[in-house]
């Protein structure tokens, strides 16, 4: 069954009359509580259904009840350039998975890689990345991007948004949600096949989201990509936007082989209002003969916004917690089940835990799988309590149709 193109506007339940009933028998602000507790992954299956089903689950209406009643995140994955592979929803509570539409494509640009995607309200943001242009010499050599996209959940639809000033891609990224606001931070021209090529910059940049435009900032005291940013603080004026490790410079070895030289500090930049303060350089948090290169970071937010987020990071098989008092990384906990093989692996915050995940592809044997299924391999997730100090674990079919690179994947959570 096919439903008519929906309206331009967001819809609210205001729109369905009094004849067209949600579920019959029961008011419609009843009926709405209740559908409001639908998985988000079937509800393009369901909108189908009947038109008054079809304008609530496209509605502002259903995002503000799931919101009041804190719903579960939801995993934002792109596997590949989102030019040409379509993103997907992951929920883990119902191990369930749902398509979205690739973004608009430009005929002269492709390998869109390096990217950055936040969440910031019911929207999911793509910003920059290095690729490749038909249109550039030599062809062989990644670009910087400055494009801005942004996916509305309520229209299920993406828009191009205003380019950012400096194009960049493996940079700092951090939502403003008290500010409609998003802050980026360094980058280059960094691409995966090419480790320790592409350039450097320092520009700071902030993204006004009722604006649709971008300020400059106080640029990073030094040259700085591939590194990781996230806000500290409250929704007040005392918030700061920390940036941590990355590279700078590079050095070859023997003379012909590039190495980047990493960075083993943090910045800081202390948020007030629409201006910001200076950059504060935080010394080294690394001790004598420990590892200097960062792993995967991820901050695990205080709901109650009493306590400073929580900051950790993946490293090999251990996950390390960042003590600010110290300014030292300590050992958290290790993964407690290993990969057979060396293998990537995805460090994400989903509902207040941390999720490492890594592809197997071994067979299950209460499960007949096709070629198919087997080449592409399972979704394997091992799931960490702080505060319990516990493990739990999960497993997922992968709706891909090439094997998943979890070294190169760009995922980001988001509340639905």
Known sequence: MEMSIPPSSPPTLHEIHDAQTLIPGLPNDVAALILSFLPYSH??????????????????????????????????????????????????????????????????????????????GPHIYVLGGSLFDTRSFPLDRPSPSSSAFRYNFVTSSWNRL?????????????????????????????????????????????????????????????????????????????????????YGDSRTVSGVFPVDEYYKDALVMELKGNGSGKWRELGDMWGAGERPR????????????????????????????????????EKECSVPRRAACKTSFGFIVLNGELHVMTIVNGIDSYERRSRQQKRVGTLFVQIYHPRKKSWRSLIAKLPFRQPLDLSSTVMCPIRL
């Open 43 to 120: 509800h393009c299956r369901l909108k189908p259904t009947c038109k008054p089903w079809y304008i609530f689950l496209s509605s502002t209406t259903l995002l503000s009840l799931r919101r009041h009643n804190r719903r579960s995140h939801l995993l934002c994955i792109f596997p590949e350039d989102p030019h040409i592979s379509s993103p997907f929803l992951f929920d883990p509570e119902h191990l369930a998975w749902c398509p979205l539409p690739p973004m608009p494509c430009n005929p002269h640009e492709y390998g869109l890689c390096n990217f950055t995607s936040i969440s910031l």
């Open 162 to 246: 205003a380019p950012m000033i400096s194009p960049r891609g493996s940079f700092a990224c951090a939502a403003i949600p008290s500010a409609d606001q998003i802050i980026v931070a360094g980058g280059g021209s960094r691409h995966t096949m090419f480790r320790a090529a592409g350039s450097r910059i320092c520009s700071v940049e902030r993204y006004d989201v009722e604006k649709d435009q971008w300020e400059a900032l106080d640029g990073l005291p030094r040259f700085r990509a591939g590194c990781v940013g996230f806000t500290v603080g409250g929704d007040g004026e005392d918030r700061e936007f920390w940036v941590m490790g990355g």
């Open 294 to 329: 960062f792993g995967k970071i991820v901050v695990l937010e205080d709901e109650e916004g009493a306590n400073p987020p929580a900051i950790f990071m993946l490293d090999d098989y251990d996950i390390l917690r960042y003590n600010m008092d110290l300014n030292r990384w």
